[in-house]
């Protein structure tokens, strides 16, 4: 069964470092998404991607994060200068034209 | 924006009782209502969902509810398995804004 794929599983960064996480939508999938988990909380939205380009962001989506879909199969989430805060389990999720939401299994960031 | 309450927190049943998971959302455009298990150290993974034109949805031991009047909807499983033991979580979405808004989760422990 095709799934999303996340790389690293785990990452551990010092804090003001950049850290890029990866993903891999399921093939024939046209939106992608990023959520992130901080321990114990609800899974909160960040941003959506559609068409080469931010289709929707939250509040927690500021200018320290970027995304991109630099070839036919991968999608980055970049967080510019990490701050504690940011640790979290980020998770990336993909759909067709439907409204299944598939995720992956999600990196787990530690920020120090 | 939309806002999604769940109860209870946490849920312990024995083995092949029924368990309900509630959730109420805020906003009346909301018309997608999926539900989540997430398994421990694993991404979320779309179990059941409906839409807000049906009131009910089953599918073998799981089913799901809706009031679209009240704004609540609920999911039940019935005869629990050990293996149903993890976080749920419900979510709710609007066309045109397709991002998922979660609920807090409920973590059912299932007692053999």
């Known amino acids: 069964e095709p799934e999303v794929t996340q790389t690293p599983s785990h990452q551990v960064t010092q804090m003001g470092q950049e850290v890029i996480l990866r993903c891999v939508p399921i093939?024939?999938?046209?939106?992608f998404y990023w959520y992130r988990q901080i321990l114990g909380q609800k899974v909160e939205f960040l941003v959506s991607?559609?068409?080469?380009?931010?289709?929707?962001k939250s509040e927690i989506f500021d200018d320290q994060f970027s995304v991109e879909r630099p070839d036919g199969s991968n999608f980055t989430l970049k967080i510019r200068s990490t701050k504690l805060e940011d640790s979290a389990m980020y998770f990336c999720?993909?759909?067709?034209?439907?409204?299944?939401?598939?995720f992956g299994s999600g990196t787990q960031l530690s920020v120090l | 924006g939309e806002n999604v309450e769940q109860h209870p927190s946490t849920l312990s049943v024995q083995e092949g009782d029924s368990a309900v998971i509630k959730c109420t959302y805020s906003?009346?455009?909301?018309?997608?209502f999926p539900w989540y298990k997430q398994e421990l150290g694993k991404g979320p993974q779309l179990i059941i969902d409906?839409?807000?034109?049906?009131g009910e949805k089953k599918d073998q031991r799981i089913a799901v509810t809706l009031n679209k009047t009240a704004k609540h909807f609920s999911l039940h499983i019935t005869e629990t398995q050990p293996e149903d033991s993890a976080v749920y979580f419900c979510?709710?979405?609007?066309?045109?804004?397709?991002?998922?808004?979660f609920g807090s989760g409920t973590r059912l422990q299932v007692q053999p």
């Open positions: 999720a993909s759909r067709d034209d439907g409204e299944k939401l598939f």
């Open positions: 093939s024939n999938h046209l939106y």
């Open positions: 991607f559609y068409n080469n380009e931010i289709s929707e």
């Open positions: 906003d009346s455009a909301s018309n997608y």
């Open positions: 409906i839409r807000s034109n049906v």
């Open positions: 979510a709710a979405s609007t066309t045109g804004r397709r991002a998922l808004t």
